[in-house]
């Protein structure tokens, strides 16, 4: 087991379990847990996923992340499934720098460059980062999310469920979820994460398109998070910055950690198995893309 599969794991479990517990009026739980604790899965040594929260009834397909190098697409058959890496998890090893000054010094020339001017820039356009700890700062955060993704509408129960999950963290002592506000209080941009052991859990960002776009806000207050992590939170190791490949991840030198779509092996499940391979072709695609440009 890797270190970043053990820091994973410890304690998500118990939490996630907790948590779908007090969502029992939800009858999307599941789907709402997984905005906040991600896949049911993980890849054993085997391949064969493992459960982590819940063993479902006759699933044909599941995410499944893993803690294996990323490599070029192919379809592999593991355990009476085929898989194929269709996304990935992204963590930012903060022990391997020591601290921030080191993390700091590591990025590129460009990106220093870029912090320092916001470092600079932003306090003039007099905004402030408060914490997401109480349900007006979640609804604030809220407007942001359900503009930038309309099917997340405000007061959704999907919503709902989130937040009956985060005052929960809040209670436990959990959260670390941020917002930026502009000079006259209208948020610009947002975080929703939790601490857990050695792990930040990075589950929502979001922003105002156009508010303050030239500041890049997402981006600093992410790196704003970073720096508060390694000064108030050293027990934090990792940050797993959740899935999806954006720009600020490799950026921030966070690793792609394969997450799998499994997809049962079997006659019955022929058209799943299909689109399974279809979307091989595109995954080989963009995959192709990447290396190019990182060879120029």
Not at 73 to 94: H, I, K, Y
Request: aromatic share 16%; proline share 5%; glycine share 8%.
């Amino acid at each position: 087991m890797t270190v970043y599969e053990t820091a994973y794991r410890n304690g998500r479990r118990e939490l996630a379990l907790h948590c779908l517990e007090l969502l029992k009026e939800y009858p999307e739980r599941k789907r709402i847990l997984s905005h906040v604790f991600w896949e049911n899965a993980c890849c054993g040594e085997d391949g064969i996923p493992q459960y982590l929260f819940y063993s479902p009834a006759g699933y044909r397909k599941m995410n499944v992340q893993s803690f294996d190098e990323l490599h070029a697409p192919a379809v592999e058959s593991v355990g009476g499934f085929q898989r194929l890496c269709v996304t990935t998890n992204w963590v930012l090893d903060m022990a391997s720098f020591g601290c921030f000054d080191n993390w700091f010094a590591a990025l590129s020339d460009k990106n220093r460059k870029k912090l320092r001017w916001l470092r600079n820039a932003l306090p003039k356009q007099g905004i402030r980062i408060l914490p997401v700890d109480g349900e007006e700062a979640f609804r604030k955060f809220e407007q942001l999310y359900a503009e930038q993704f309309p099917k997340y509408a405000a007061g959704s129960a999907e919503n709902n469920g989130v937040w009956t999950v985060y005052q929960e963290l809040i209670r436990l002592g959990r959260n670390f979820s941020w917002i930026m506000l502009d000079e006259n209080g209208s948020p610009v941009t947002a975080n929703l994460g939790y601490l857990n052991g050695e792990t930040f859990n990075f589950t929502h960002l979001t922003r105002k398109k156009g508010l303050l776009d030239k500041f890049s806000p997402g981006f600093y207050l992410t790196y704003w998070i970073v720096r508060q992590l390694y000064a108030e939170h050293p027990e934090v190791r990792y940050f797993f910055m959740g899935p999806g490949k954006y720009d600020y991840k490799p950026a921030f030198l966070a690793k792609p950690l394969p997450v799998y779509r499994y997809e049962r092996d079997s006659i019955l499940n022929l058209f799943g198995l299909m689109r399974l391979h279809h979307r091989l072709a595109k995954e080989r695609k963009q995959w192709n893309c990447k290396t190019e440009g990182y060879s120029k």
